[in-house]
C-alpha cells in the first residue's frame, strides 16, 4: 500500500480514537512503521488547530489513581471522595473571532473509560461561562483550569486503559476526540483504584456485560465491583 493511502488510513483511525498499536494491528503494519505516519497527521493538525482558550476538569480527579508526579499536576481537592473514579473534561478552542467550540467527556477513570462526550458546539463566551457552571455542578468541590497534556493523559490514556480490559468509548467520542489534539502516549496516569480495575454500576450501564467482559480479560479475583441496583446482586 502507497504512503498517501496508508496516511489516510491513519488520519480516519486517529479521528476514532484508536492507539498507535491498534492502527498498527489494523493495517497489518508494525509500530516502528506506523509512528512516522502518526508524527505525519499530527503535524497536520497542528497547523490547522484551533487556538485553545481553555482546559477544565473537576476537582478530585485524581483520587485513587497514581499520577507521575514529575508532570507537576495538581488536583485542587486530592481527597475527594464522593465522586471518586469520576472525571469531567471540558476543552474550549476558538471558532472564528467571537465564537468557541466546546467539547466535553465524562470518564470513568477506573474501568469504562469514555462513557459519555459532547461532540464540539459553537458556543458564545457568556454561553460557554454559563454551560461550564452547569457542567461541573455536579462535583461539591467544583473544577479547576488545568494544561491540556493533564486532559489528553486522563481521557485518552482512560480510553486506552479501557480498551484493555475490553471496552470502547462511547459512540460521541470519535467526534469529540479531536478536541484534545495529538498524543501518543503512554499515559503518565496508573488508571483503576489503586491500580486495580473497579467496576461502579450506573443507570445505563449493561452489568452483566461488563462483568462478564472483565472476568473474560482479567480473571476473577483480579477486579472489583460494586453494582448500585439490588436486583443485579446476584451477578458474579
Not at 462535583?139 to 482512560?158: F, I, K, R
Request: proline share 7%; aromatic share 10%; glycine share 10%.
Amino acid at each position: 500500500m502507497d504512503t498517501p493511502a496508508l496516511l489516510n488510513q491513519v488520519r480516519e483511525l486517529r479521528g476514532q480514537g484508536k492507539s498507535p498499536k491498534q492502527i498498527a494491528r489494523a493495517l497489518g503494519i508494525s509500530p516502528s512503521a506506523v509512528t512516522p505516519l502518526i508524527r505525519a497527521v499530527a503535524a497536520e493538525r497542528l497547523v490547522g488547530e484551533p487556538e485553545l482558550v481553555g482546559c477544565w476538569v473537576n476537582a478530585g480527579w485524581s483520587v485513587g489513581l497514581t499520577v507521575d508526579p514529575a508532570r507537576g499536576w495538581v488536583d485542587e481537592a486530592p481527597e475527594e471522595e464522593r465522586t471518586a473514579g469520576k472525571a469531567s473534561v471540558l476543552v474550549a478552542r476558538k471558532q472564528g473571532w467571537d465564537k468557541l467550540t466546546v467539547v466535553g467527556y465524562l470518564v470513568d477513570v477506573y474501568c469504562l473509560g469514555v462513557k459519555n462526550a459532547r461532540p464540539p458546539e459553537v458556543e458564545d463566551e457568556m454561553s460557554m461561562r454559563e454551560f461550564r457552571e452547569r457542567y461541573f455542578s455536579a462535583y461539591p468541590s467544583g473544577y479547576q483550569e488545568v494544561p491540556l497534556d493533564l486532559a489528553q493523559h486522563l481521557v485518552l490514556g482512560a480510553v486506552d486503559y479501557a480498551r484493555s480490559l475490553g471496552f470502547e468509548p462511547h459512540e460521541d467520542f470519535a467526534a469529540a476526540a479531536g478536541h484534545l489534539g495529538e498524543w501518543t502516549g503512554p499515559a503518565a496516569i496508573t488508571f483503576g483504584q489503586e491500580g486495580k480495575p473497579f467496576y461502579l454500576s450506573g443507570p445505563y450501564d449493561k452489568p452483566r456485560q461488563v462483568i462478564k467482559t472483565l472476568q473474560r480479560t482479567v480473571g476473577d479475583g483480579n477486579y472489583d465491583y460494586i453494582l448500585a441496583m439490588p436486583e443485579f446482586d446476584y451477578i458474579a
